[in-house]
């Protein structure tokens, strides 16, 4: 089992940057795929990025490329997502997640751990 733990989550004026991070504990971190994703108030849980176990390849969502970075330090057992020139329409709860599997983009269904998510808020 992994224990996924969000951080960095907070207020921020558009066009700011915030860069979240996700710490793992538990089983092995550099076996997993990792993701993040995010939900905003009466919206569905959408993806937002992810990267395979070695960080070698990264998938972006189209609302987060060029955007956003997606990376991993596996001696620190810790994902990270830097968001730049961020929007209003990027406020949401985000949360990162760990998939076994291998495809692992997109979906939700495909990750079995979740952190407690952090709240990002831009203000316009």
């Known amino acids: 089992q992994v224990q996924l733990v969000e951080s960095g989550g907070g207020l921020v004026q558009a066009g700011g940057s915030l860069r979240l991070s996700c710490a793992a504990s538990?089983?092995?971190?550099?076996?997993?795929?990792m993701g993040w994703f995010r939900q905003a108030p009466g919206k569905e849980r959408e993806f937002v990025a992810a990267?395979?176990?070695?960080?070698?390849?990264?998938y972006y969502a189209d609302s987060a490329k060029g955007r956003f970075t997606i990376s991993r330090d596996n001696a620190k057992n810790t994902v990270y997502l830097q968001m730049n020139s961020l929007k209003p329409e990027d406020t949401a709860v985000y949360y990162c997640?760990?998939?076994?599997?291998?495809?692992?983009?997109?979906?939700?269904?495909?990750?079995?751990?979740w952190g407690q998510g952090t709240q990002v808020t831009v203000s316009s």
């Open positions: 997640a760990a998939s076994p599997r291998t495809p692992f983009i997109g979906s939700s269904a495909l990750y079995d751990y």
């Open positions: 538990g089983r092995t971190f550099s076996s997993y795929n």
């Open positions: 990267i395979s176990r070695s960080g070698g390849d990264t």
